[in-house]
């Protein structure tokens, strides 16, 4: 029965995700989410057969049956790693006594809804180098709520938010600009507000770690050049995650295996 609640989940990660190409496309082209979907080249709406997340992407072989342009890799790539973080999540905190629990089935769906929400920043800044505020800000009030609902002290949140907005205006401010936008300062209060302290300031930690790697990365490769712009959200909303799985244990690892052996 619990495998069949695993293919369940997993499809319906791979559906929120297939939402999620279309809220991306749309939200860059300032176009309405009502109607059917469509093809973004030739316009033609696609039938229901032709828009099963991953499936239709292998049976069409990655071209749109009308007007055969190529389908971008991203559509099942986003579909696919959405499944399987939904499913991680589930499994992470599944329990079979609790699975009727209201407080505990809304902690599951906060955690499905920080997966969506940290996907479109990731794909949106990835694509476009551009945290939108529509997303952040009502985020920020929803997860606030309910946070507080689910008992989250209001002074730890309110710290969180804080020290999460500060870090990125503070350098804002030092570099007037220059270094990060105003929607990273948006996206640390949402990271405080959704992580708490003290979880906010390893995600930033791992962020940060994270975007000098890969940086370094892409300036020996010729990718980029010292100097170059690299979207930091997509390091942040990486770390987020990260830190809502398996924060604990690494903050646990940290102090215990390193802080310690070095006092």
């Not at 029965?1 to 082209?29: K, Q």
């Not at 890799?73 to 499944?83: A, D, K, S």
């Not at 990125?168 to 640390?188: E, T």
Request: glycine share 8%; proline share 2%; with cysteine.
């Amino acid at each position: 029965m619990i495998y069949f609640t695993y293919i369940f989940i997993f499809i319906l990660g791979t559906i929120i995700g297939s939402f999620i190409n279309c809220l991306i496309y749309r939200l860059h082209e300032k176009k309405s989410m009502g109607g059917r979907s469509f093809c973004p080249k030739c316009k033609h709406q696609i039938a229901w057969y032709d828009n099963i997340p991953v499936l239709s992407f292998v049976f069409l072989k990655a071209k749109c049956r009308y007007c055969k342009q190529k389908i971008s890799w991203q559509y099942p790539v986003v579909e696919l790693v959405t499944g399987i973080l939904f499913l991680i999540i589930f499994i992470l905190n599944y329990k079979t006594s609790l699975i009727l629990n209201t407080q505990y089935l809304i902690l599951l769906l906060r955690n499905w809804f920080i997966i969506a929400i940290m996907t479109i920043i990731f794909l949106y800044d990835l694509k476009y180098y551009l945290i939108l505020d529509k997303i952040t800000l009502p985020s920020i009030m929803i997860f606030s709520a309910i946070n507080l609902y689910l008992g989250m002290n209001w002074q730890n949140l309110l710290i969180s938010a804080i020290i999460g907005g500060s870090f990125f205006l503070i350098q804002f401010v030092v570099s007037k600009g220059r270094w990060i936008g105003g929607g990273d300062i948006r996206l640390g209060v949402l990271m405080g507000v959704i992580l708490g302290w003290p979880m906010v300031i390893l995600a930033i930690f791992i962020a940060y770690i994270s975007g000098s790697v890969v940086s370094v990365g892409l300036i020996i490769t010729g990718k980029k050049q010292w100097g170059s712009q690299v979207p930091l959200g997509i390091f942040l909303t990486t770390a987020t995650i990260i830190v809502l799985f398996w924060g604990e244990i690494i903050w646990n690892w940290y102090w215990h295996s390193v802080i310690f052996n070095i006092l």
